[in-house]
């Protein structure tokens, strides 16, 4: 833990795969299919990288690209960037010449298929930056055109081992740094020019905006967070996002103001490493930000724009700000805006008990549509909290099945594939009940040539959501009772013979208590 700066539970996992062993509470198949994907990324971060040091016309194209964008030999290699060539097979007859079966190729998200079937590589003719994870595998990429051409950006689709929302590109080197004060930019290359200029600490988020998972895992390696987006409306409308997230976070946060630049990278390579860090060294804070982002849009001459920015500044200063910090930002407030202090603070804490109000109002809100029941998505016509758990008790018994296919004697008699609601999930459950009763090792790799790519998707989703649960008899016995309970009789005897209706309504009757 200490020496590779890692929680205990990424520690376990790290000895885990070094021993050549199934992480804690995770089937040998699942397990192996797990480590042959980090197996198989690395081979293709090294082909890339390879690619990109050949002699070849288009190889010179790319490493002329990232020469442009002003890296040196030694931040190519560091971050181990790479050239995806224009052959979109040439990474598929190196993987398969490696030893690595169709089914493994299928499930690492490295490929797609064509309509007429032809499979190629996700990446081509594009300059690839590899991802890590904390523990220094490569679990995924980022691959970047080098023209105008669409779609720019083309990222790896989730798999086994990689789920975005919860993964910080860079962040496996800044946590080696000692500086507690990080830097969240905006993409790869903001990092990657800032981590060249000697400033170790700086990161950004997988996917196309910061997530809480994200905000949750920074927060293990940072005292300071300097947010550090471009400076157009997009990068200013993220910063406002990302300090929302941060709210709950013991983490100190400050905001950037990167003047005559775009961006980090273009700063940078304008005035220098040294002049950004003094930037850094005067970041403005949380308040800062929003204020002077309000008082741009008003014009205090006219004094009806005048109330509207105090009204807005109000709401700024009530929302969760100290006693302190109240005070003496109504003070700058009363001297922007000729009022008196004892006015604006009456407003603000006015407003700041409407603002409690209203947080407790959106906390219950909150309450009600977080966790795993927000994420399903239920087809037209089936709603309510009794399809929503018989969906939830799904999902966990498809995730059992995939880890645990010997508890399938116990699940397959009574899930039948038609029942379940998810569409992709059911496309999955009647794969992985067709290799069971055919007597194949029921596993990612053997499935994934049998579904499609978005119940793939759905499954490795629910197979990396419950990878560290596993069902005993009794909860198999529970998500079983829960979808009955999730159909209304009606639909369930219409299934049942007389007597199953009539031991089913003795059961529940039984369980009340014995109450008609």
């Not at 539970?9 to 062993?21: D, I, P, Q, T, Y």
């Not at 040196?72 to 097979?89: C, E, K, M, N, V």
């Not at 018994?397 to 569409?423: D, F, H």
């Not at 499935?447 to 560290?468: F, H, K, P």
Request: proline share 3%.
């Amino acid at each position: 833990m200490k020496i590779e700066s890692l929680s205990y539970h990424e520690a376990v996992k790290m000895l885990a795969a070094r021993a050549g062993m199934p992480e804690p509470e995770e089937d040998d198949g699942t397990g192996r299919m797990r480590s042959r994907i980090l197996s198989m990324n690395k081979a293709a971060a090294r082909f890339f990288h390879a690619c990109l040091n050949s002699s070849v016309d288009e190889a010179a194209q790319a490493r002329a690209y990232w020469r442009r964008r002003g890296l040196d030999d030694r931040t190519i290699a560091r971050f181990g960037l790479g050239y995806a060539p224009d052959d979109g097979q040439a990474l598929y007859h190196f993987l398969r010449d490696k030893g690595y079966t169709q089914a493994e190729m299928d499930a690492s998200g490295l490929f797609k298929r064509s309509p007429a079937g032809r499979i190629y590589c996700l990446f081509w003719r594009r300059v690839i930056t590899p991802i890590f994870d904390l523990r220094g595998n490569v679990i995924a990429f980022g691959g970047r055109v080098m023209d105008d051409s669409k779609p720019k950006y083309v990222n790896s689709p989730e798999t086994l081992v990689y789920r975005k929302s919860e993964t910080v590109f860079a962040l496996q080197m800044a946590k080696k740094d000692p500086s507690r004060r990080y830097v969240l930019c905006e993409g790869y290359m903001d990092v990657i020019s800032m981590q060249q200029a000697g400033i170790g600490t700086a990161v950004c988020a997988c996917g196309t905006a910061l997530t809480q998972g994200q905000v949750k895992l920074l927060s293990e390696y940072a005292d300071e967070v300097i947010l550090c987006y471009d400076s157009d409306e997009a990068g200013q409308k993220a910063t406002l996002r990302s300090l929302g997230l941060f709210q709950s976070s013991p983490v100190q946060v400050g905001v950037l103001n990167i003047p005559n630049a775009k961006d980090p990278d273009e700063y940078i390579k304008k005035y220098g490493a040294e002049r950004f860090r003094e930037l850094l060294d005067k970041a403005g804070n949380a308040l800062d930000f929003q204020l002077g982002r309000a008082r741009a849009k008003y014009d205090l001459a006219q004094d009806n724009q005048r109330l509207e920015y105090i009204q807005e500044a109000v709401r700024i200063l009530a929302d969760g700000t100290t006693p302190t910090e109240k005070e003496l930002y109504a003070g700058r407030l009363a001297e922007e805006t000729n009022l008196s202090k004892t006015a604006i603070l009456s407003q603000v804490d006015a407003e700041a008990r409407k603002a409690g109000a209203r947080r407790r109002s959106a906390r219950q809100k909150e309450l009600l549509h977080s966790g795993e029941m927000d994420t399903i998505k239920l087809p037209y016509g089936q709603s309510g909290p009794g399809a929503l758990g018989a969906a939830s008790a799904q999902r966990r018994l498809v995730a059992a099945a995939l880890r645990q296919p010997e508890e399938l004697k116990r699940i397959a008699p009574a899930l039948q594939p038609e029942a379940i609601l998810s569409e992709g999930l059911r496309e999955a459950y009647q794969a992985i009940l067709a290799c069971w009763r055919e007597g194949r090792e029921v596993n990612v790799g053997n499935l994934s040539g049998q579904i499609s790519e978005e119940a793939m998707n759905e499954l490795c989703a629910v197979a990396a959501e419950y990878s560290d649960v596993s069902c005993t008899s009794q909860d198999i016995d529970m998500y079983l009772e829960r979808i009955a309970r999730g159909k209304p009789l009606s639909a369930q005897a219409g299934s049942m013979s007389g007597q199953e209706l009539a031991d089913y309504i003795a059961r529940i009757r039984e369980k009340k208590g014995g109450g008609e």
